[in-house]
């Protein structure tokens, strides 16, 4: 069992090699072993560049420029990885092996973990996450929120001293969510493990964690104290800065449900899905997409909720049954949206990817935004003007000319919503698409997706988020694992 950790910083400060801007600057402070810390801080911040820099995962002197010092047990992160465990905010990239089991063994092999006891870690690991599949379970078979879970089980079976989540909830189902803050919090009373977690929807953690610390976004801290002291501090403040503050409420109208006769422009009848082309996760899938509203697709990990949605947008084809569009939808294949081309999709169906960089295709954010248009016969005044507005709308003005490739995961996420936006299609579909927000990113995705129903499109999003469905429209589609989907104006 490896000793709880001591972090030291002093005036720390990383900037990516071809930035302009460093992505943390100026950071002090001092982690006592067995504190638990809630690590916050506006999207763009640095929260994941911190917790990169503890993990020392950052790179040499051809990745960034360091500034100060970071220091854990007296040493520098990268000569105390063993006793480093760090769950990353894009799930795909904590999976190594291509078997669960194996997976959640790689790190303990790397340790030299004794054999024997490596398969009872393992299953304590999966159990403690409420990952409950087979061993040999294809690890590209798995959701987005199963391999957040298997990345959490990963380092909970390498049992470090210092413990770095980066939103470890934010792809979960409300019961992972419960799980995982309930895994963890045994882990920590077990091993007494210093823990520093990222995560905007601070009252996931509150009871849990010791203290508190705010990055500032233009370098320094914000704040830094007890859960107590700074929201009852700097509550204000924080929220202005992005911050989600417990209790706080969201300054947007809570749209109407839509009534069960509204016109469908989406239908399916009989619908199985299959993200492999061969076996169903969804079948029996009878539902109607109201025109000029949101249908929010909801469920556990595991219930095909994305498959279903790429599936309504046209990308993957039906495994049985059909999904058919409006007559004024159609395109020169017909209704299903399925035996279109990508022109007659990118104006009629826009999707949104639960992994952002799934749909960058360009160098700077400002002609990323101008893709869409571009293709379909804007002028470059035109589309630069819609790429700028969504720039300003998006908090993203600043970044216009940096690589898509460059931004945190809440940027990233914003960048992918505006893509789709810019082509303005009848139809948007979305898979989380408040994922990794800070309190103003997601405010504006949110605004702009009213806006967007105000005009008359209409949204289809997947999220676990039970404030998106409020504030779109209240729209249920919720599925369950393995049955047909049920849902309906709520």
């Known amino acids: 069992m490896t000793a709880p950790a001591r972090v030291t910083a002093n005036g720390w400060g990383w900037r990516y090699a071809g930035r302009r801007l460093p992505a943390v600057s100026d950071a002090t402070f001092t982690i006592e072993p067995g504190e638990r810390v809630l690590l916050l801080g506006a999207s763009g911040a640095g929260k994941s560049t911190l917790l990169a820099g503890l993990a020392g995962v950052l790179g ?10 970071l220091l854990v047990d007296g040493a520098a992160p990268e000569a105390r990885r063993g006793a480093i465990g760090l769950v ?3 799930p795909d990239a904590g999976v190594v092996l291509s078997k669960v089991g194996d997976d959640v063994a790689f790190g303990c ?9 490596i398969p009872g870690r393992v299953a304590e690991a999966l159990e403690a996450v409420g990952l ?6 294809p690890t590209k078979m798995l959701s987005g929120g199963q391999k957040q879970r298997l990345a959490l089980a990963g380092v909970l079976a390498m049992r470090p001293g210092l413990l770095l989540l980066d939103e470890p909830t934010a792809n979960l189902d409300p019961e992972g969510v419960r799980e995982v803050r309930e895994s963890v919090g045994r882990v920590l009373d077990a091993t007494g493990a210093t823990l520093v977690v990222v995560e905007h929807r601070t009252e996931i953690w509150a009871d849990l964690l010791t203290r508190v610390i705010v990055l500032a976004a233009d370098g320094g801290l914000l704040a830094d104290g007890t859960p107590a002291e700074v929201f009852g501090r700097y509550g204000e403040t924080l929220a202005d800065a992005g911050v989600w503050v417990p209790d706080r409420g969201i300054p947007l109208p809570v749209l109407e449900p839509v009534g069960s006769g509204a016109d469908a422009v989406l239908e399916t009848v009989s619908l199985a899905v299959a993200r492999d082309g061969r076996t169903a996760v969804q079948a029996g899938v009878d539902l109607r997409v109201p025109r000029g ?7 556990p ?3 095909g909720k994305s498959t279903l949605a790429l599936t309504l947008a046209g990308l993957l084809p039906e495994l049985e049954g059909a999904v058919t569009a409006a007559s004024d939808l159609a395109g020169r294949s017909g209704r299903r949206p399925s035996r279109w081309t990508s022109r007659e999709l990118l104006a009629r169906i826009g999707t949104v990817f639960q992994e952002p960089e799934h749909q ?3 160098r700077t954010l400002r002609d990323e935004l101008a893709v869409g248009p571009r293709a379909l016969k804007k002028s470059d005044a035109e589309a630069t003007a819609i790429a700028d507005d969504l720039l300003e709308r998006l908090q993203l003005a600043p970044l216009a000319l940096a690589n898509p490739f460059t931004l945190s995961g809440g940027q990233k996420r914003r960048l992918s919503v505006a893509t789709v936006l810019a082509s303005a299609p009848q139809v948007i579909v979305l898979d989380e698409p408040t994922f990794g927000q800070d309190r103003r990113g997601w405010i504006g995705i949110v605004e702009l997706l009213q806006e967007e129903i105000a005009a008359g499109r209409t949204v289809v999003a997947v999220s676990h ?7 779109l429209g209240g729209h249920r589609v919720e599925l369950a694992v393995g049955a047909a989907a049920s849902g309906g104006a709520r």
Not at 132 to 137: E, G, K, W
Not at 293 to 299: D, F, L, S
């Open 60 to 69: 040499d002197a051809e990745e960034g420029e360091r500034t100060g010092s």
């Open 88 to 90: 990353l905010q894009d």
């Open 132 to 137: 409950d599949v087979p061993l040999d379970r």
């Open 465 to 471: 988020d039970d404030s998106v469905v409020r504030h």
């Open 293 to 299: 509203a949101a249908t929010v697709i909801t469920g």
């Open 301 to 303: 990990n595991g219930a």
């Open 360 to 362: 960058f295709l360009a």
């Open 109 to 117: 092999e790397n340790l030299a973990v004794p054999a024997e006891q």
